[in-house]
């Protein structure tokens, strides 16, 4: 494989975490009988200009197909974080009434009703069919696409505009072509209009140890530096960015036409220095950066593996969030339903189905209050705090949290 930026062969890997089933592909129980399809799940970093990325063994019209599974208003505190990023950038863009704004993986439509409620045109781009259905039921308009340069030339809808603001949250590691997908965004960015895009910050990710957030969903890791680089030379310049705290680290990048002639605009801000001298004394320019990840996830999973397999037989132990990162970390770690019964969900659309390679059944929360384990293994991590405050408020029985990444924690 080469380097799907700067086509530099790939010949350093960065973790190896076996081969795993996509992580979003929960199994009905009719296809627990059939045969599944694991993929390598192997991680390489481009010497050359530093992106990490993993091949696409799996496809993205793979993956993001119709029952396409992860729904983003199952979430409250993510439904908080898009009205919050709506309440900020409508009042630092000055957007209005006769704004534009588009949204590329829009999902169900958690973000862009934020923008509805202001009557702000808005028009949200997403694959799945499933998605759309359920954001036209909050009043969004969703083009059923994959986002590309046909898609914002008009080639896919035979309509082009333009928007004063094209956003996305999570969606630029979904891009297997990421050259395309960033053109793309200047096609469809009006002279004087802006790009923000939300994404894991691979500095953070090594950092904390957080190797779960590796999945065949995510082809691109990226640091600050790199996405710099690819914004660039695709004609379009990173002039801000903001340190967030979600998924255990994340960036928002705010960008422009790169011959926008606002020169303000075209100045660095100083949060952007300061998180470029972060990256650097971190060490992403050198090579032992990448190298440090591997024997931290090795040892996460013995130290979990070790205290689930000395839970007494008379104990119960459940899961709680069917995450992405959850089947990421229970197919590395080897968990299978002998050892974990349960994972419990909110999500209607993952319930009464199987976790992907462990085979585990997810459950509602109602019942997993009728089983009252004895543990409870908090796998969507980054929603520890709204997790652990919704359980306390409807538990009858005692029990015990349990977060095992980046460390176990048994609180």
Not at 84 to 91: A, F, H, P, R, S
Not at 174 to 191: C, E, M, S, T, Y
Not at 263 to 290: H, I, P
Request: proline share 5%.
């Amino acid at each position: 494989m080469n380097c799907r930026f700067c086509q530099a062969p790939l010949t350093r890997t960065f973790i190896d975490l076996g081969h795993q089933p996509p992580a979003n592909s929960f199994l009905t129980a009719y296809q627990l009988c059939e045969p599944e399809t694991h993929y390598p799940l192997k991680v390489y970093v481009c010497t050359n200009c530093w992106l990490v990325q993993i091949p696409e063994s799996k496809k993205a019209s793979e993956i993001f197909r119709d029952d396409y599974v992860y729904m983003s208003s199952t979430s409250e505190s993510w439904v908080q974080h898009a009205r919050e990023y709506v309440d900020m950038i409508v009042e630092r863009l000055g957007l209005g009434r006769d704004s534009r704004v588009l949204e590329i993986g829009s999902n169900d439509g958690y973000l862009l009703q934020w923008f509805n409620k202001r009557g702000i045109d808005c028009l949200g781009v997403d694959p799945s069919i499933q998605c759309a259905e359920a954001a036209a039921k909050v009043g969004i308009k969703t083009s059923p696409y994959f986002f590309r340069t046909e898609w914002a030339s008009g080639m896919v809808t035979g309509i082009r505009f333009q928007y004063d603001l094209i956003c996305g949250i999570n969606v630029l590691a979904h891009q297997p072509d990421i050259n395309d997908f960033v053109r793309g965004l200047k096609i469809a960015l009006k002279p004087g209009g802006t790009v923000t895009m939300e994404f894991p910050s691979l500095q953070r990710l090594v950092a904390g140890g957080l190797w779960d957030t590796i999945y065949h969903e995510h082809y691109s890791y990226f640091s600050f530096v790199t996405v710099n680089q690819i914004f660039w030379q695709n004609g379009l310049y990173v002039y801000d960015v903001d340190a967030l705290n979600t998924h255990g680290g994340s960036y928002r990048i705010y960008a422009c036409h790169r011959e926008n002639e606002n020169v303000e605009m075209l100045t660095k801000s100083q949060g952007a220095f300061d998180v470029l001298s972060n990256e650097d004394r971190a060490g992403v320019f050198k090579g032992w950066f990448y190298t440090s990840l591997a024997p931290r996830a090795q040892s996460c999973r013995r130290e979990f593996m070790n205290w689930l397999l000395s839970i007494p037989c008379d104990q119960v132990v459940v899961g709680y969030g069917a995450a992405a990162k959850a089947n990421t970390f229970l197919n590395y770690c080897g968990v299978r339903a002998d050892m974990l019964p349960f994972v419990a969900d909110k999500s209607p659309q993952k319930v009464g189905k199987f976790m992907p390679g462990s085979h585990i059944p997810v459950i509602s929360i109602e019942q997993m209050m009728k089983i009252q384990p004895d543990y409870i293994v908090i796998l969507a991590w980054n929603l520890k705090e709204e997790i652990m405050e919704e359980l306390k408020a409807c538990r009858e029985w005692e029990a015990k949290f349990v977060v095992a990444m980046p460390r176990l924690e048994v609180i």
